[in-house]
T-cell receptor, first 112, second 115 residues
């Protein structure tokens, strides 16, 4: 099983450009999440989707939008990238809200 | 304001000895705690968890202890192995109300196990 797959692995953007980070899981999980990790920091929740058709803000949602396209896919969009969004982005999924999260391998994003 | 704190950025332990990683939290609403392990260029992987109704949970070489009155938990690895060298994240959440699955992470502790 692939688990949680994130694309792309690396991306460099210029300030003001937009892009979408893709995430797909093949474990039939109900809940999906987007986290970011900055150097020396723990992971911080950007958005999550408790179930297909629902999305909610996490700790640091500003500058991002999400789409739960179907049960498998949860995308994260940066409409106008800023240098402060330089980070490693992790997508995760869980069977339910009280199940441990399974993470993808991350997307390393640099905004210049 | 960090609600989950790992005050030791790094820990170095000899192979075969015990590794003790510590974590403190400030939010008394947290009732479920997890440890994740992360290797470079990979996502975190779940290691072990504990509910607030327990004070200890054991899984093989890994044991997590919870002291609710002190708002403190620790992860013990015995015996430590070189393959345990990774960054360990403590995480906490509350299933009361609507914080479903919203994990709050510490900054991580880099564990190095040397032969």
């Amino acid at each position: 099983n692939a688990g949680v797959t994130q694309t792309p692995k690396f991306q460099v953007l210029k300030t003001g450009q937009s892009m979408t980070l893709q995430c797909a899981q093949d474990m039939n999980h109900n809940s999906m999440y987007w986290y970011r990790q900055d150097p020396g920091m723990g992971l911080r929740l950007i958005y999550y989707s408790a179930s297909e058709g629902t999305t909610d803000k996490g700790e640091v949602p500003n500058g991002y939008n999400v789409s739960r396209l179907n049960k498998r896919e949860f995308s994260l969009r940066l409409e106008s990238a800023a240098p402060s969004q330089t980070s490693v982005y992790f997508c995760a999924s869980s069977e339910s809200g009280n199940s441990p999260l399974h993470f993808g391998n991350g997307t390393r994003l640099t905004v210049t | 304001d960090q609600q989950v704190k790992q005050n030791s950025p790094s820990l170095s332990v000899q192979e075969g000895r015990i590794s003790i990683l510590n974590c403190d939290y400030t939010n008394s609403m947290f009732d479920y705690f997890l440890w994740y392990k992360k290797y470079p260029a990979e996502g975190p992987t779940f290691l072990i968890s504990i509910s607030s109704i327990k004070d200890k949970n054991e899984d093989g070489r890994f044991t997590v202890f919870l002291n609710k009155s002190a708002k403190h938990l620790s992860l013990h690895i015995v015996p430590s192995q070189p393959g345990d060298s990774a960054v360990y994240f403590c995480a906490a959440t509350s299933f009361r109300g609507s914080t479903l699955g919203r994990l709050y992470f510490g900054r991580g502790t880099q564990l190095t196990v040397w032969p």
